[in-house]
């Protein structure tokens, strides 16, 4: 046999499983990007579940400093407690705002949003009510309100719609 003819023979037998192995590579590269892409939609999805945690988190620390100042303030009528309670009623809406903007997509928790805005604007409205009370001198009456812990009922539903 001949060099010509051996090196012919050669690259005919290497042509094949050097074609096989491009297509290989080909398929594998393709399925790469396919698994990069979904990972890319999957951390898209975790941080945008996060920022929803952390909107509620933050409507929680908001009702939960008002609930403390509030508190303190029917217990000892000391004006100085209602610090975190002034002002509870804006940065309650602004995290309502944020959480509306983060699940305007999703109707399942848009209607959960909007059971939950009612509660708060409830859990607001018992709070504000009880303290005017007081104001007004009722101090009995303001503590026997808190008393029937219709509040806390309000703040556990608020627990539960919001999931913490």
Not at 37 to 51: G, L, P, V
Request: hydrophobic share 40%; aromatic share 6%.
């Amino acid at each position: 046999m001949r060099a010509d003819e051996l090196s012919t023979k050669i690259a005919s037998w290497w042509r094949w499983p050097f074609i096989a192995g491009i297509a290989m590579l080909g398929t594998l590269g393709a399925m790469a990007a396919s698994q990069y892409s979904e990972f890319t939609r999957a951390s898209s999805d975790i941080e945008h579940a996060e920022s929803i945690t952390r909107a509620v988190d933050d409507l929680m620390t908001v009702l939960v400093n008002a609930e403390t100042g509030y508190r303190g303030y029917l217990l000892s009528g000391n004006p100085i407690f209602l610090e975190p309670y002034r002002g509870v009623d804006v940065s309650a809406r602004d995290a309502m705002v944020t959480l509306t903007g983060l699940v305007a997509g999703d109707t399942r928790r848009r209607d959960d949003l909007s059971r939950l805005s009612g509660l708060v604007d409830e859990r607001l409205a018992e709070m504000a009510g009880n303290i005017s009370r007081f104001d007004r001198g009722d101090r009995d009456g303001a503590i026997a309100n808190v008393r029937t812990a219709n509040g806390k009922r309000i703040m556990d539903q608020i627990r539960l719609v919001s999931g913490t």
